[in-house]
Nanobody, 118 residues
C-alpha cells in the first residue's frame, strides 16, 4: 500500500555531510500514523536500524554508532522523512532505506547509496 522512495545519497569524503530524503505515498498510507526509521545495509550483512522517530516526531532514537552525528526529522503532512548525516565516516558506507518502525516487510524501496571515502 505504501511506496517509499529514498534519495540524496552520494560519494563524500570522511568528515563530510549528506541529507537523505524519503518520500512516502500511496493508497491509504498516512505518514503521521506510523513510527518511522532509517536503516542501512552493506553486502553480506543484515540490515540494521540507524535512527527511528515516533509518529509525532518525538522521541527519536539513534544507533550508538551515529548518535550525535545524525539527525532524523519528518513532515507528516508532506509525507517526508529526512536523515541529516554529519561527520560521515567510512564505516557509514551502506545503502540507506526508510521504512516504518517496526519495518513493513513488503515496503522496502530501492534505497540510496552512501559512500564515504577515507
Amino acid at each position: 500500500q505504501v511506496q517509499l522512495v529514498e534519495s540524496g545519497g552520494g560519494l563524500v569524503q570522511a568528515g563530510g555531510s549528506l541529507r537523505l530524503s524519503c518520500a512516502a505515498s500511496g493508497g491509504t498510507f498516512r505518514l503521521g500514523n506510523h513510527n518511522m526509521g532509517w536503516f542501512r545495509q552493506t553486502p553480506g550483512k543484515e540490515r540494521e536500524f540507524v535512527a527511528t522517530m515516533s509518529w509525532i516526531g518525538d522521541p527519536a532514537d539513534y544507533h550508538p554508532s551515529v548518535r550525535g552525528r545524525f539527525n532524523i526529522s519528518r513532515d507528516n503532512a508532506k509525507g517526508m522523512l529526512w536523515l541529516q548525516m554529519n561527520n560521515l565516516q567510512p564505516e557509514d558506507t551502506a545503502v540507506y532505506y526508510c521504512n516504518t518502525y517496526p519495518p513493513t516487510q513488503d515496503a522496502w524501496g530501492q534505497g540510496t547509496q552512501v559512500t564515504v571515502s577515507s
